[in-house]
């Protein structure tokens, strides 16, 4: 059964940690009603949704994808790039180990899996203002024995590798390629964002669909034109976050308890 983890919008979500984009007001309750949103598409493409409750302290707490990875064997947990976002991992953990052995990234090694691209048995993995070296390099041991490969992956201009690309069928990718090392990805078809839509490339692809932001139709319409059944959600109000579509759950295959 596909299961999709998410966690409701914090209170604190105006004080959200922000690298790459200028703060502007978030309000509360159109953020909370696109979240929702959200998780009611995920459960029509199929998945069964586990909405954890809000983290009122902790402002980023609804992007799970960050402190954790779920593979088929285990999941890996993070500790983040971000010393205040640390704690988010400790009830996210409590909730994944109902499911998957885990395993854990230590510092000084930092690690967050918006930075973690899975194609098959391949992570590619971005090394970033978030995640270093240390980081990736215990990942690599941690998942060797289970038959995954890592690479590392320069970033720059944006937050995480997902927010410059991300996997969307078969063998294709949606791009910024002027935001990361594209030499590191070898056969692969590219679909290039549109320039006037940097930040377009984090597509999330379920149940046959390609789940893209609303705010970036002429991307949505290169997508589209590629045979892909495209499905525009509005998340503006959490893109004031430094959110895309890829971070706010965490995706994977479980039996149901």
């Not at 954790?68 to 996210?92: C, H, K, M, N």
Request: glycine share 8%; hydrophobic share 40%; charged share 20%.
């Amino acid at each position: 059964m596909l299961t999709a983890i998410t966690r409701a919008v914090s209170t604190a979500i105006v004080n959200c940690e922000l690298s790459f984009i200028d703060r502007q007001p978030i309000d509360l309750a159109r953020a909370r009603q696109q979240h929702q949103a959200y998780e009611t598409l995920l459960a029509k493409l199929g998945a069964r949704v586990i909405s954890l409750p809000a983290e009122p302290d902790l402002p980023d707490s609804m992007f799970v994808e960050d402190p954790a990875i779920v593979l088929d064997e285990l999941a890996v947990i993070f500790p983040l790039g971000t010393e205040s976002r640390r704690r988010e991992a400790v009830s996210l953990a409590q909730e994944l180990s109902k499911y998957r052995k885990l395993a854990c990234v230590q510092l000084p090694g930092t690690l967050e899996g918006g930075d973690v691209l899975r194609i098959g048995r391949k992570l590619f993995v971005g090394l970033t203002q978030r995640s270093n070296g240390e980081g990736i390099r215990q990942l690599a041991e941690i998942v060797k024995p289970h038959g995954y490969g890592v690479t590392a992956v320069p970033v720059t201009g944006c937050l995480h590798l997902k927010s410059a690309v991300t996997w969307i069928a078969d063998n294709t990718l949606l791009a910024n390629r002027a935001w990361f090392d594209g030499a590191c990805f070898t056969g692969f078809d590219w679909i290039d964002v549109d320039c006037s839509e940097p930040h377009a490339a984090n597509a999330l692809a379920l149940g046959g669909t390609v789940i893209m932001p609303a705010s970036f139709p002429r991307t949505c319409g290169r997508v589209g034109s590629r045979d892909f059944r495209v499905t525009p959600l509005d998340i503006s109000e959490l893109q004031k976050a430094e959110s895309g579509l890829t971070c706010s759950s965490l995706l994977f295959e479980s039996n149901p308890s």
